[in-house]
């Protein structure tokens, strides 16, 4: 139920990569530059600056959507917990309602007795009429 929504998620669990951007090797020492090193390490160096910019762009629109998609997978959530009270609300509702309605049943069973009663003595009447009409003829 909490597992992470993606497999690569950021997460306690998964730090991510820990990896960098490196464009060039560290130079740990000290050395000359000729002019046509100096002239590409320049051509590279303003290359990377636009696409960092651009990355920065990139970045902000990613965490954006990162946000937008958090919201609603919370509005999700919320809409889920509405269902799930909305249902328990309804079957309380239909738990009360079969609790009722047990509760008339001997009610249900006293009329159907009176039916019954009346049936009998009823029939008994109509016996008894049967029974002086043959004793007449």
């Known amino acids: 139920m909490l597992a992470p929504t993606d497999p690569t998620v950021i997460n306690p669990v998964n730090p991510g990569s820990w990896e960098t951007v490196r464009t060039a ?14 002239d590409a390490l320049k051509r590279v160096a303003t290359q990377k600056k636009e696409e960092a910019r651009q990355a920065k762009r990139a970045y902000k629109s990613l965490k954006k959507l990162e ?15 509405g269902v799930a009270d909305s249902e328990l609300t309804k079957k309380r ?6 609790r009722h309605l047990h509760a008339l049943r ?3 069973a006293r009329l159907g007795f009176g039916l019954d009663r009346a049936e009998n003595k009823a029939q008994q009447r109509i016996d008894e009429l049967k029974a002086k ?5």
């Open 106 to 108: 001997p009610e249900y």
């Open 25 to 38: 090797p560290v130079n740990d020492t000290p050395r000359y530059f000729n002019k046509a090193e100096a």
């Open 93 to 98: 509702s239909d738990a009360t309602t079969a």
């Open 67 to 81: 946000e937008s998609d958090a919201q609603v997978h919370t509005a999700h959530r919320r809409y889920i917990k």
């Open 133 to 137: 009409v043959k004793e007449k003829y």
